[in-house]
Each structure stands twice: as C-alpha cells, then as structure tokens.
C-alpha cells in the first residue's frame, strides 16, 4: 500500500509536469531571506544577522555582509533604539521585498539602488529615502522625508497621529488611515506638494486630485507627473490598502488538464498494483 501511495504521488507531480499547458518549473522559486541590522554598542558599529529577529545570542557580521549577499526578494530589517546613533547610509543593490526601519530615531538615510517594493517606518523612525521605492508606510510618531517618485504612500495612525511628511517626488495615491478607517485619499499628488506637519494634512488641494486617474486643477504650477505604474496594483502586507486582483489567465483550462492527467496516472498506477498484485 505504501509503495502505491508514493506511486501515486510520484504519478500525480508528473501529471502537473506533462499535461499543464505552459507550465514552467523555473518560475517557481523559494522565498527571500531576511536580513536584520543593529547598533551593538560594544563594537561601536552597526551590525547585521541573517535573521529576521535579531539574536543577542547569535553571532554577528559587518554590514559588508549584507552588502555582499543581499539578493532580489530579500527583505531587511533595521532595529533601532534610543541609544543607537544615526546611521547615514544603507545602500540596497538588490529588488528588495521589504524594508522595516523599526525604532531607528536617531535618523537613518536609505538608498535604493534598484527598487524596494514595501517601506515600513515604525516606532519613531526618521527616515530620508532616495532611489527607487513602490510603497512607503509612514506610522504613528515618525518622520519620513521621500525625495523620488513614489506609487502609493500610506499616512497611517495606530496609536498617534504626529507623524511629519514631506514628498519631493510625485504621489501616485496618499491614503491617510486611522487604526484602519481610511479618512483621505489624494490621487497624482504633484512634486513637491504634500506635506503632513504633526499628522495634519498641509498640502494645497490645488496640487492633487480626489479620485482616482484624474488630474488636479491646472490653475498654479506646471501638469501633474504620473507615476510609473497605478499604485492600485499593489497591496502592502499588513496594511488595509485594497489592491487590484489580477484576470484570471486560464486557470480553469489548467484544472481540466490537472485532473484528466491525474486520472490517467492513477488508471495506469491501478492497472499496475493489478497486474502485480
């Protein structure tokens, strides 16, 4: 019986290979590693561990580490704290996934090489992001200052609203949220405009539009600049900022062909435990 069984498994996997149109094995590919970094006071530098929680029981390389394994769809982590100094520069050369900056208040200066998907700034960062990023996530008391382009940028209060903002780029969509009740959206945010001092909104509602795809008022200033791509077609993780959902691509047509070759190996497999039985 164990031996059909594996049989069967065996059948079923070469079914998916050998009946699923245009199924192409090197799409798919393990998750991402996550790279933590930290101050450590005795050696007077900041630190980094291949761990998405930092270890104080795990031993620690130099940030030339990260540098030199970082990879596409990798994720990092900065644990900050009061007695952490500022961090000038953190240099990402990869299509990082995630970047948390969790309690960095000393200031951290982020610059984004390729692209970074999600930013996170937690727990009273304060952060100057350069380079290229799709999503930023500014939260409570933190202070984020964006100098490019940027998608979609969530203003977002879980437990205060003081957080201070300033884009230089252009803003695809501003969400402002509290704990979950989105209370304004601001569509194709001109360079330069959006402001948010101690958690108010300051930017001039001349330089913006309320839905989505339209463009402000050409009264002041020169034409809005469109973002690369409609921030609608991303969802940050952890946020309750709707995304877009995908066509279906003939997946239906994929199930039928999945289960009639299924079918076929386990005919076949039966025939077989039968005939030598």
């Not at 580490?65 to 982590?77: M, P």
């Not at 964006?146 to 940028?153: C, H, I, K, T, Y």
């Not at 959206?185 to 948010?196: E, F, G, P, Q």
């Amino acid at each position: 019986m164990k031996l059909f069984k594996r049989i069967m498994a065996t059948a079923l996997a070469a079914a998916l290979i050998a009946f699923v149109p245009g199924f192409n094995a090197a799409k798919v590919s393990a998750a991402g590693d996550t790279y933590s970094v930290k101050y450590v006071p005795d050696l007077e530098e900041w630190r980094v561990q291949k761990l998405a929680q930092w270890d104080d029981t795990r031993e620690n390389g130099a940030l030339s580490y990260l540098y030199g394994s970082l990879r596409d769809g990798d994720s990092v982590v900065v644990w900050g704290s009061d007695s952490s100094p500022y961090m000038k520069d953190l240099n990402l050369d990869a299509d990082v996934k995630n970047l948390t900056l969790y309690g960095v208040t000393q200031g951290i200066i982020v610059h984004s090489n390729k692209n970074i998907t999600d930013v996170y700034v937690v727990k009273g960062t304060s952060v100057s992001l350069h380079g290229k990023y799709q999503n930023v996530h500014v939260y409570d008391n933190c202070a984020a200052n964006v100098n490019n382009d940027v998608e979609f940028l969530q203003i977002s209060k879980d437990s205060v609203m003081e957080m201070n903002v300033t884009a230089v780029g252009t803003v695809g969509h501003c969400q402002i949220d509290s704990k979950g009740n989105v209370l304004k959206d601001m569509y194709n945010v001109k360079a330069d405009s959006l402001r948010i001092v101690k958690g108010v909104d300051k930017t001039d509602p001349a330089t913006y539009s309320t839905t989505p795809g339209a463009q402000p008022a050409a009264a002041p200033a020169q034409p809005a600049s469109q973002p690369a791509s409609q921030p609608a077609t991303t969802t940050p993780a952890t946020t309750n900022n709707g995304g877009a959902v995908s066509p279906k691509t003939g997946e239906d047509n994929y199930a039928i062909w999945l289960i009639a070759g299924a079918a076929f190996c386990f005919a076949g497999a039966f025939a077989a435990k039968k005939k030598f039985a």
